[in-house]
Structures are given as C-alpha cells and as structure tokens.
C-alpha cells in the first residue's frame, strides 16, 4: 500500500526517511533489508500483541510509542495513541510483511482509497514502511492479487509522500527497480511518491 510539489521536495523527504531509518534502527525496530522484503508466505501476526509489535515495527520508535495502533486485518484499534500517526500490522493477506505508519493526512488519502472517493486537495501526507510491503499492483491501486503474468510488487524500507496528485514529472512510474524512488498508482487519485531509505 507500504505505501504521500515533489520534485524539490523529494531530497527533504529523503534525508527524513534515511534518517528515520538510521533512528529507527538504532532504537530497537530494526527495518527488513534492502533486497530482502519477506515474501510468501510470512505468517501474520495473531495475538494482539503480536499485532502491537508488528505496527510499531513500521515507524520510528519516536513515533510507533505514542500512535494509534490498529490491526490491519479487522480495522480494529488496539491502542489509542496522542501523537496524530497511526500504525498498522501486518496485511495478512499480502505474501510478505507490510506494516505502515501514516500521519493525519495519510490518513485521509487512506480513508479516500478504502472507500473509493478522491482524496482532499491540498492534505500531502506521510507514511513509513520501514519494514518493507507487497502489493498487487504498481497501477491498480484495489487489486487484491496480480493479474496476469504479473507479480506481486515487493519493495523494501521505504516512505511514501501521499496525495501528491500529478506532481511527479521526472519520476518513474513503473515498479521495474524498487530500490529507486518510484510513483505508485500513477494516473490515479492515490498516486503517491515511494522512497527507498536503504
């Protein structure tokens, strides 16, 4: 889903991922390697417990402590948080591992995608996967399963600029290397900037 003007604004988004990232590793959430996206089958996680750990995996530890957590499968909360991010476990029905952290807008463009509608102007939002994602398509952003020849679209640590609408000129938009800055969904209204931050 992982997983938010961007031309200018890619370098500043950039050195924040790389950052989380470095932060991240260094706080004890140790995101999945380059290259190495877990994929198929990843057993999800199935206690509630399990479900915290893997949604704060997600984040940085600064903000995993203090979000909203909520278990992907069921949209069930789990932790009400006070920082305005929200995190969730593992999508349960992707082959590999897929938490993600979003902030307020994210949220937004999340609730615009889940119910189909245009996400609001001018809301960019957020998000880390820091442990990575898979996804059904690069183009089709309600695919549950690749279509065709197809494959699943692994990527590893990353962040996503949300809503940024057509403002990626310069950026490729397919999925044929994941471990460069790519547009997911482009041509649609949840077209959103991926960021490798490793």
């Known amino acids: 889903m992982s997983r938010l003007s961007t031309v200018g604004f890619a370098a500043t988004i950039f050195l924040t991922g790389t950052l989380a990232y470095s932060a991240s590793a260094q706080s004890g959430n140790k995101p999945a390697p380059s290259g190495q996206v877990k994929v198929g089958p990843v057993a999800p996680p199935a206690t509630d417990a399990e479900k915290i750990k893997s949604a704060m995996s997600a984040g940085p530890a600064s903000i995993a402590a203090n979000a909203t ?57 957020f998000g880390y996967m820091l442990m990575g994602g898979s996804d059904a398509s690069n183009t089709d952003p309600f695919a549950t399963k690749p279509n065709g020849a197809d494959k699943w679209v692994d990527t590893g ?42």
């Open 69 to 125: 957590i909520v278990d992907m499968a069921t949209m069930k909360p789990l932790r009400k948080g006070t920082n305005g991010w929200t995190c969730f476990s593992d999508l349960p029905t992707s082959p590999g591992t897929d938490p993600m952290c979003l902030d307020q807008n994210g949220m937004l463009w999340a609730d615009a995608l889940m119910n189909r509608k245009d996400p609001p102007k001018g809301r960019m939002g």
């Open 157 to 198: 640590p990353h962040v996503m600029v949300l809503n940024i609408g057509d403002q990626f000129a310069g950026y490729p938009t397919t999925a044929a290397n994941t471990k460069v800055p790519y547009v997911m969904f482009p041509g649609t209204p949840y077209a959103h900037l991926m960021l490798p931050v490793k």
